[in-house]
């Protein structure tokens, strides 16, 4: 079975400052695929960041950065000079090789104070 | 850049009626895939269809069912409401199964009431 934990329910960044959300994952495939999706108050679902599990190099997306430990099974992602709509719920995805659903972690609510 | 097309984007109804929610995917997309996510909660995975036909399935619930067609919009059913069934469906599309990048919809809200 594939789970994604997200441990951290609330964060709040000053605007202009950098934050970190972080995900732990469980899988027992080689290929998989790790996603961070942002949901503004809209409710659209907001693709930020992508991994490869074969990648060792980590993604970079602009201002977004993830840190990807495969053997911890660790993905985290960074937001670099945070701004105010970056205010959002981040959830952190699996996509399991041979099956495409995505699994969601419970999601990070994250507030930028101006 | 053309998006995930969801219809309707709100819907109202009673228990015990019908419902059909409509997801016409991003063009060239041959992949789709249906997400409940009900308040305060992640997406859950229905279930999704390739080529027309149906590619996986979760937690999708005998009263609902799903199809694809031949211009790959897909509907989902969905009958005998219960209010537990008020939630956001999002509807997602990918460029083929093995593409991983799914780029979703606006949601369409049901509530039941």
């Known amino acids: 079975a594939q789970t994604v934990t997200q441990s951290q329910p609330e964060m709040s960044v000053q605007e202009a400052e950098t934050v970190t959300l972080s995900c732990t994952y469980d899988t027992s495939e080689s290929d998989y695929y790790l996603f961070w999706y942002k949901q503004p108050p809209s409710r659209q679902m907001i693709l930020v960041i992508r991994?490869?599990?074969?990648?060792?190099q980590n993604a970079t997306e602009n201002r977004f950065s993830v840190n990807f430990q495969k053997a911890a099974k660790s993905f985290s992602l960074k937001i670099s000079d945070s701004q105010l709509g970056d205010a959002a719920m981040y959830f952190c995805?699996?996509?399991?090789?041979?099956?495409?659903?995505?699994?969601f972690g419970k999601g990070t609510k994250l507030t930028v104070n101006p | 850049a053309a998006g995930v097309i969801q219809s309707p984007r709100h819907l109202i109804k009673e228990k015990r009626e019908t419902a059909t929610l409509k997801c016409y995917p991003i063009?060239?997309?041959?992949?789709v895939y249906w997400y409940q996510q009900g308040p305060g909660q992640d997406p859950q995975f229905l279930i999704s269809f390739y080529e027309k036909m149906q590619s996986d399935k979760g937690s999708i619930p005998d009263r609902f069912s799903a199809q694809q067609f031949s211009d790959y919009h897909s509907e989902l059913n969905m009958s005998s409401l219960e209010l537990g069934d008020s939630a956001l469906y999002f509807c997602?599309?990918?460029?083929?199964?093995?593409?991983?990048?799914?780029?979703f919809g606006p949601g369409t809200r049901l509530t039941v009431t």
């Open positions: 991994q490869e599990a074969y990648k060792q």
């Open positions: 997602a599309s990918s460029l083929s199964p093995r593409a991983y990048e799914q780029y």
């Open positions: 995805a699996l996509n399991q090789g041979g099956s495409e659903k995505l699994v």
């Open positions: 063009p060239r997309h041959d992949t």
